[in-house]
Nanobody, 126 residues
Framework: QVQLVESGGTLVQAGGSLRLSCAASGRTVSSTAMGWFRQAPGKERAFVAAISRSGGTTYFADSLEGRFTISRDNAKNTVYLQMNSLKPDDTAVYYC???????????????????WGQGTQVTVSS
């Protein structure tokens, strides 16, 4: 099992940028794809982005591609989510997740992931 700790969430004005970090411990996550999800109040957890083991392949939710970037540093056992041009609709708790293998289209679904962090709150004011 891996422990995931997200950080970087805060209150930011619309149009601003944030970088979220997800630090893993307990085992190396370089052997698995990683993902970010978010959950707004009253809504289901939604896919944001995923990254392959090497970082060479990334997937994004259609509405977010171009504003968000996902990256990873396997030497630091850390995954990042860079969020630009933030909008009030981006307000949510953001969760990092670790899977169990290579990136596939299934990586876009929460059920594929095995380990989850506790989340970090991102609030975008208008």
């Amino acid at each position: 099992q891996v422990q995931l700790v997200e950080s970087g969430g805060t209150l930011v004005q619309a149009g601003g940028s944030l970088r979220l970090s997800c630090a893993a411990s307990g085992r190396t996550v370089s052997s698995t794809a990683m993902g970010w999800f978010r959950q707004a109040p009253g809504k289901e957890r939604a896919f944001v982005a995923a990254i392959s083991r090497s970082g060479g392949t990334t997937y994004f939710a259609d509405s977010l591609e171009g504003r968000f970037t996902i990256s990873r540093d396997n030497a630091k056992n850390t995954v990042y989510l860079q969020m630009n041009s933030l909008k009030p609709d981006d307000t949510a708790v953001y969760y990092c997740a670790a899977g169990w293998g290579p990136i596939t289209r299934a990586t876009l679904t929460p059920g594929w992931y095995r380990d989850w962090g506790q989340g970090t709150q991102v609030t975008v004011s208008s």
